[in-house]
């Protein structure tokens, strides 16, 4: 009996472990921190063997095969271990893909993959597709596979969960975008964070399909130097595309192997530039897998975006409060501080991932009229945005921001969360800092 060992014994361990006993491995869960009790409980249903608190290495380091949580970076001692001693280590995604014969949907880049993850779900659901939505978002992939048949699978997938892949193939992949990010984990080194993301098209060969950002200089200038075998299916806001998507007088235009599909822009309930690009890149998968046209239009004008993601919260004496705690990076900010149309409160800040501020400056001069930092270490955006902002101030709690917040801001303007960071310093995670936001708002 083959020895699977689950390192981080949250979502996708556990999914991981239910899998790993289903297909006859001898399971063992382990996580340097603790276990929460619902995943406990399933563990001991299944009968795995798990340790919390700690990483037991002569129960691991005597494995055949080893999946490991994203969490965990490739530095990690233990890890080198593993690899200087030659046995596997994979990630979730890598493990799942093995045991089933499903058509493959990877979704990958730096923003915008869970709106497009949920809207190409959205679109195959309503094409009539059984299909099933996993990876970085809501269930476990693994888990999917292990209990439910689906012929399709839309993945949300992280440069993390693509680190750990060997024969991965996603039979259509999506890159959304590449700007820097989780330089912490790459050497700070950009051009290993892009190598991460191309993992997504190694293994496709030319039956398969990359969907892609033509506007983004920094996809298009890898692909020339390091060309895919797939087959290039290009979105674009800014020029015409011959074979993909493009947009010409607020219209969404695809163009695949002579198949032809308009829908406005009017009508799409996501806003802004980059929903735009999202609704292209998801439709593009529609038009793929043969969806009827009416219903993709129809699917676009009816879905509801990402909590977390620009989400309108309260209206309180004509200031509109939002909800963007979901922007982890500069680049996600960006693109929430280009969608706001009224004078501007930014609540920024958190720890920092090697972020550089100054692409916001442009849109911070046009639209920003004071900064509340919400961070242990505010120093660099205080520093970025001192001389063009009159009012800054450093706050450490979701209750301070948002008080000070309501203070400065007058009738017709905006309060933005987008913090630009991760939330690990005085957070949980991002939904933590989103759902506190909220709270704090609606006491008001």
């Known amino acids: 009996m083959k020895r699977l060992v689950v390192l981080g014994g949250g979502e996708s361990g556990v999914g991981t472990a239910i899998l790993g006993k289903k297909e006859g491995f001898d399971v063992f869960v382990s996580d340097k921190g603790n276990i929460k009790e619902k995943y406990k409980n399933v563990l001991k249903n299944i009968e795995v063997d798990w340790e919390e608190g ?4 002569d129960k691991i380091l005597n494995a055949d095969l080893v999946m490991k949580s994203p969490g965990i970076p490739d530095k990690a001692p233990l890890v080198k271990k593993l690899v200087e001693a030659k046995i596997a280590v994979v990630s979730e995604i890598e493990f799942a893909s093995e045991y089933t014969g499903a058509t493959i949907v990877g979704i ?89 993301k191309f993992r997504i098209a190694m293994n496709q060969t030319q039956e398969d399909y990359l969907i892609y950002d033509a506007d983004d200089a920094v996809i298009t200038d890898w692909l020339e130097k390091h060309p895919v075998k797939a087959q290039l299916l290009p979105f674009s806001v800014e020029k015409k595309i011959e074979n993909g998507a493009y947009l010409e007088n607020n219209k969404i235009i695809i163009n695949i192997d002579k198949q032809h599909l308009e829908m406005s822009t009017d009508t799409l309930t996501l806003e802004g ?104 270490d505010n120093a660099k955006i205080i520093e970025t945005f001192g001389s063009v902002v009159d009012f800054i101030v450093e706050t450490t709690s979701m209750k301070d921001a948002v008080k000070i917040s309501k203070e400065v801001a007058e009738k017709g303007d905006s309060v933005l969360l987008s913090p630009a960071c991760a939330s690990f310093d005085l957070f949980t995670n991002y939904e933590d800092r989103g759902d506190q936001f909220k709270e704090e708002v609606r006491k008001l």
């Open 54 to 57: 700690e990483h037991s290495e």
């Open 273 to 376: 530039k980059h929903n735009t690009k999202n609704a292209m890149a998801a439709s593009t998968v529609a038009q793929l897998l043969k969806i009827r046209k009416a219903t993709i239009r129809e699917s676009l004008e009816n879905f509801q975006g990402a909590s977390h993601r620009l989400e309108k919260v309260l209206k309180i004496q004509n200031v509109q409060y939002i909800n963007d705690s979901k922007a982890t990076n500069v680049n996600a900010t960006f693109y929430a501080l280009d969608s706001m149309k009224t004078p501007t409160v930014w609540i920024v800040g958190g720890q920092d991932k090697g972020n550089d501020y100054l692409s916001l400056m442009p849109l911070v001069r046009e639209k920003v009229k004071a900064i509340v930092c919400l961070g242990l």
């Open 108 to 196: 990958t880049g730096s923003n915008g993959k869970t709106t497009t993850t949920m809207l190409t779900n959205h679109l195959l659901k309503n094409g009539g597709l059984n299909v099933g939505m996993a990876g970085n978002i809501g269930d476990s992939f693994a888990q999917m596979v292990a209990e439910s048949h689906k012929d399709f699978y839309v993945l949300e997938i992280s440069s993390f969960q693509l680190d750990g892949i060997k024969n991965f193939h996603p039979h259509i992949a999506i890159i959304t975008n590449i700007t820097p990010d989780h330089l912490d984990r790459y050497d700070y080194k950009f051009e290993n964070y892009i190598a991460s």
